[in-house]
């Protein structure tokens, strides 16, 4: 038996919540957590390489319970979810789910959520770690929408890696083999009830299992590893490098409230031709006129592996500081330390040369494109 965690370390009181599978967690050993929506997540199991190179060769197992859902039900449901976001949602059919942006009235991103929609009027937003719920009541009082707005007991894990589709055919059955990149499909397991969807933060092929009754976490989790035993299954935490490597973002570090889509190339999440008005169209039609002032873009740092930055490390060109590194790691893969920096405009283009100031010293940095592997990303549509 692994020795729990001391969450001593971590939690006094009861204002942080924990998922249906913190027990299991701690049962197979968890080693560090994080809080992010108000709750505690599982950031580690082991060894932040050695988990990399599992999710690579093998399959993995995280709880993500953290990725709360805003569920928007009602008469109005589809226009508030419309309203909330630049992506055009009349196009996305039931049974499909979208990567969208919600935007505020001055085109800044107020959360980055992966967005599913269970019926004519029934939405999930899978949040990142922001109060999306507090914001989208205020929209929803503000215009005098007919929905009801909650955070239904939903709690995802995901099975990420090149076995994850053995693993979760298992579970499921056939219909694995056939849902498409971004859809999902209603169903129970030994009367658990779920939803899997074709999703994950990796790059890697990739599901998530949305346990809708939190009472069973246990149970889900451990029919999980049962079936993921014979592709050698491990739990472990999101893996930064995996992410970073294909050019996925972290709300929170890579954007914030202050930044737009254009800023953090994600201007791909704007529907230029979408007829519904939402909050922070004016905005963004501005900016998009003007150009952004700055923008995230991939770098390369030299010099000895870096371990992940706690702080985003400041940057200078030719000396004046002009940006920060807001994400980098060592690329095991790549054997050479890759990350975003936010720059101005001037600054962004691939061949520029940089200094990046981190706690081991000046290090030389050169912009590149991003994502750093698989920039059509066909590996997770496999």
């Known amino acids: 038996m692994t020795t729990p965690f001391d969450m001593s370390l971590v939690q006094r009181g009861a204002r942080l919540r924990r998922t249906p599978f913190f027990d299991a967690t701690q049962r197979y050993g968890a080693k560090g957590y994080t809080v992010y929506n108000h709750m505690l997540f599982p950031v580690r199991f082991g060894d932040f390489e050695e988990e990399y190179w599992h999710l690579i060769h093998h399959v993995t197992l995280w709880d993500v319970a953290v990725e709360r859902q805003v569920e928007i039900t009602g008469p109005d449901a589809l226009k508030l979810a419309n309203m909330l976001t630049p992506r055009d949602l009349s196009r996305c059919?039931?049974?499909?789910?979208?990567?969208?942006?919600?935007?505020?009235?001055?085109?800044?991103i107020v959360n980055d959520p992966v967005l599913l929609r269970l019926g004519a009027d029934h939405f999930w937003l899978a949040l990142a770690d922001s109060d999306v719920l507090l914001w989208a009541r205020g929209v929803a009082l503000g215009k005098g929408l007919k929905v009801r707005l909650c955070e239904p007991d939903v709690s995802p894990l995901q099975v990420q890696g090149p076995k994850a589709r053995p693993v979760v055919e298992a579970l499921f059955g056939d219909r694995v083999s056939a849902l498409r990149y971004y859809h999902f499909f209603e169903t129970t397991l030994d009367g658990i009830p779920v939803l899997v969807t074709r999703t994950g933060w990796t790059g890697e092929v990739g599901y998530e299992i949305y346990l809708r009754d939190g009472s069973r976490g246990d149970e889900l989790w451990e029919r999980v590893m049962a079936a993921g035993e014979p592709h050698n299954i491990r739990p472990t935490g999101p893996s930064d490098i995996r992410r970073i490597e294909a050019g996925i973002l972290n709300w929170g570090a890579d954007m914030t409230l202050e930044n737009n889509v254009?800023?953090?190339?994600?201007?791909r999440l704007v529907d230029d031709d979408k007829k519904d008005d939402y909050i922070g169209r004016d905005a963004l039609r501005r900016i998009r006129a003007a150009g952004p002032r700055r923008k995230l873009v991939g770098v390369e740092i030299g010099g000895e592996p870096l371990e992940m930055n706690a702080t985003k490390w400041p940057v200078r060109k030719e000396g004046p500081l002009v940006g920060q590194i807001t994400s980098a790691v060592y690329s095991p893969r790549l054997t050479k330390n890759i990350g975003?920096?936010?720059l101005p405009a001037e600054s962004a283009p691939a061949g520029t040369r940089l200094t990046v100031v981190t706690p081991d010293?000046?290090?030389?940095?050169?912009?590149?494109?991003?994502?750093?592997?698989?920039p059509e990303k066909e590996i997770p549509k496999t």
């Open 262 to 267: 254009y800023e953090v190339g994600l201007e």
């Open 340 to 342: 975003y920096a936010m």
């Open 93 to 108: 059919a039931v049974g499909q789910g979208k990567y969208v942006v919600i935007t505020a009235e001055d085109g800044g």
């Open 361 to 374: 010293g000046d290090r030389e940095a050169t912009v590149v494109p991003m994502p750093f592997i698989d």
